[in-house]
C-alpha cells in the first residue's frame, strides 16, 4: 500500500527581550546556574506575575508577520503539570484565548503552511541529567515564549525543515528572536502520522521532541514515517505518543503516552488581568515592520542585478545582509561587494569561528578597500593579504602605504624586470620560440614574482609578449 506522511509542528522560540516574561531577572544565556532567578520566576508564595510589554510587542511582531488575527482581548492560563523544571507547578501560558489565530507562513517554493494559532508563555528551568544525579537550572525560568502551531500542513522532513528555515528567517529580521536551535531559543516537536495515500483522514500522530538540529527534524520524520508505516502493514496500530530522538542511533524513541489536554487542568491565571491590544499599536507595528529576506531577495535582484544564489547568500541572515548593504552605501560596486563578502568575508568567519553577527570588520574597511582595487592602487592579489591582516581591525590605505604594497603601473620599470626574467630564463624562451605557448605563462609568473605582486597582471601579460615578440623577429 501507498502512504501519506502528515506532520504538524509546534515551535517554541524565546523572545529577544533583555528580562524575563512576568518579572525583571535578565535572560542572558550562560550565567552561571540560577544567578537569574528571583521570587516571581521560583514561584515563591506571595509574588505576583507583572507582563513584561517587550515581550508583546515582539510577540505581534511575529504574529503580523505570519499572517496571524490578532485576538483583541487575550488571556492568560495556567497549565499545571508536577515536574521540577517548573517550581509553581503550572506554567502561565494562554489556551482558551491566545494572543494571534489563523495565520500563514509562505515557503520559498510557494506553498503556503497554515499557522493555526500562536500564543505567549513562561520558559521552564533547564534539568542537567548526570549519571547518578539531576541538576537543575533555573536560570531559563520565566524568559518570554511563544508557541508557534501549524496546521498539519506538511507531507515530509523537507518541508518542515524549509517551514523551520522561514520561520528562523523572519523572526530573526524582526529582532524577536536569535533563533539559535544549538542554544535552545528555537525549539521543535513534530506532531506525525501517516495515512492511506488519498485518504483524508488523519491517522494516529507521535509527538517527537529533542530535535537540536534541522537535520535531526529531516531524520526524524523520516525514520517515524517508517516506523508507523511498518507497524500499520503487520496489522498493528500506532499508539499516541510522545518519542523522543536520539541523536546517536538516529532512532525514535516512545517514550510515554502523550498527555492529552484534560491532563493539564488549564484554569484562567487568576493574578494577570486580560491582555489588550488596539488597532494603534497593531498600526504602528505594521509600519514599522522592516524588510524581510525575501522582499530584499527581490531589490537585490531588480535594483543590482544581483544572482538568485547571490541574493540568497546574502540574505541568509540580517547582519549579512546589513553589512553587505552598507558597503555598497559606501560606494562599492554591489557584485563586487557580494563577491568579497560570500567569498573572503565569510572565509574569514569560519576560520576564525566567528558568527555573522560578529563581523570584525567595519563596512566602511572592506568599501575602501574594494576602491583600492579599482582605483588601481593595488592588485586583486595583493588586496586579499591585505583584507587578511586588516580583517580584525586597521585601515586598508594605510595598511598599504605602510608596506609599500601599491602596484607599479610604471611600463619602463616593469619593462626592465622582465627584461632580466627572460634573460635569466633562456630555456623558457627558447621552448616558447619553439611553439611552446605554456612558457608564457611560467614566464610571467617569475615577472610576477619578481614585481612582488605589484604590477597589474594585465600590463606584466602584455609586455611579456611583446618582448618574447621581439626575440622572434630578431
Ligand atoms: P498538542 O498540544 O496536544 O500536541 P494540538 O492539537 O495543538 O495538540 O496539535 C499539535 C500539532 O499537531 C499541530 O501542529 C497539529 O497540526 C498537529 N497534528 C494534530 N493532529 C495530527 C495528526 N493526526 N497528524 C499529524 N499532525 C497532527
Ligand atoms: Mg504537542
Ligand atoms: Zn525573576
Not at 483522514?201 to 537535520?215: F, I, P, Y
Request: charged share 25%; with cysteine.
Amino acid at each position: 500500500m501507498n502512504w501519506d506522511i502528515v506532520i504538524g509542528l509546534e515551535t517554541h522560540v524565546e523572545l529577544a527581550t533583555r528580562s524575563k516574561i512576568f518579572c525583571g531577572c535578565s535572560t542572558t544565556f550562560g550565567a552561571p546556574p540560577n544567578s537569574l532567578c528571583c521570587p516571581v520566576c521560583l514561584g515563591l508564595p506571595g509574588s505576583l506575575p507583572v507582563l513584561n510589554e517587550a515581550a508583546v510587542e515582539l510577540a505581534l511582531k511575529a504574529a503580523l508577520a505570519l499572517n496571524c488575527t490578532v485576538t483583541p482581548i487575550s488571556r492568560f492560563d495556567r497549565k499545571n503539570y508536577f515536574y521540577p523544571d517548573l517550581p509553581k507547578a503550572y506554567q502561565i501560558s494562554q489556551l482558551y484565548a491566545p494572543l494571534a489565530r489563523d495565520g500563514y507562513v509562505e515557503l520559498p517554493g510557494g506553498k503556503r503552511v497554515g499557522i493555526h494559532e500562536m500564543h505567549l508563555e513562561e520558559d521552564a528551568g533547564k534539568l542537567h541529567h548526570r549519571e547518578d544525579r539531576t541538576a537543575i537550572d533555573y536560570n531559563r525560568c520565566g524568559i518570554p515564549l511563544i508557541e508557534i502551531v501549524t496546521a498539519p500542513d506538511f507531507s515530509n522532513g523537507d518541508e518542515a525543515a524549509a517551514y523551520l528555515e522561514q520561520l528562523r528567517s523572519i523572526l530573526q529580521y524582526l529582532g524577536v528572536s536569535d533563533c539559535r536551535m544549538e542554544q535552545g531559543s528555537l525549539r521543535c516537536d513534530v506532531n506525525l502520522s501517516v495515512r492511506p495515500a488519498g485518504s483524508d483522514e488523519l491517522g494516529t500522530r507521535t509527538e517527537l521532541k529533542n530535535l537540536g538540529s534541522l537535520r535531526a527534524v529531516r531524520l526524524a520524520c523520516q525514520y517515524e514515517a517508517q516506523r508507523q508505516i511498518a507497524i500499520l502493514e503487520s496489522g498493528g496500530q500506532v499508539r499516541c505518543q510522545t518519542c523522543r530522538w536520539d541523536e546517536d542511533t538516529r532512532r525514535t524513541v516512545p517514550m510515554r503516552d502523550k498527555e492529552q489536554v484534560g491532563d493539564y487542568r488549564y484554569f484562567p491565571d487568576p493574578d494577570l488581568p486580560p491582555l489588550v491590544i488596539g488597532d494603534q499599536q497593531l498600526d504602528r507595528l505594521r509600519r514599522e515592520q522592516p524588510e524581510l529576506a525575501h522582499e530584499k531577495r527581490r531589490r537585490y535582484a531588480r535594483d543590482w542585478q544581483l544572482g538568485d544564489y547571490d541574493c540568497a547568500t546574502l540574505t541568509t541572515h540580517p547582519a549579512l545582509a546589513a553589512f553587505f548593504e552598507q558597503v555598497v552605501a559606501l560606494g562599492a560596486p554591489p557584485k563586487q561587494a557580494a563577491n568579497w563578502i560570500m567569498g573572503q568575508v565569510l572565509r574569514r568567519l569560519s576560520a576564525d569561528d566567528l558568527g555573522v553577527e560578529e563581523i570584525p570588520m567595519p563596512a566602511r574597511a572592506l568599501a575602501d578597500l574594494i576602491a583600492l582595487v579599482s582605483n588601481g592602487t593595488i592588485n586583486r592579489n595583493t588586496a586579499v593579504e591585505v583584507f587578511d591582516a586588516v580583517f580584525t581591525g586597521g585601515d586598508p590605505a594605510e595598511y598599504v602605504r605602510t608596506h609599500h604594497l601599491e602596484q607599479t603601473g610604471d611600463v619602463e620599470q616593469v619593462t626592465a624586470i622582465v627584461e632580466d626574467v627572460l634573460a635569466q630564463n633562456p630555456q623558457s624562451v627558447t621552448d616558447w620560440l619553439a611553439g611552446k605557448e605554456k612558457a608564457v605563462g611560467f614566464l610571467m609568473g617569475q615577472a610576477m614574482r619578481a614585481l612582488g605582486g605589484k604590477a597589474p597582471p594585465a600590463l606584466v601579460n602584455e609586455i611579456v609578449r611583446q618582448l618574447l615578440e621581439r626575440k622572434k623577429s630578431s
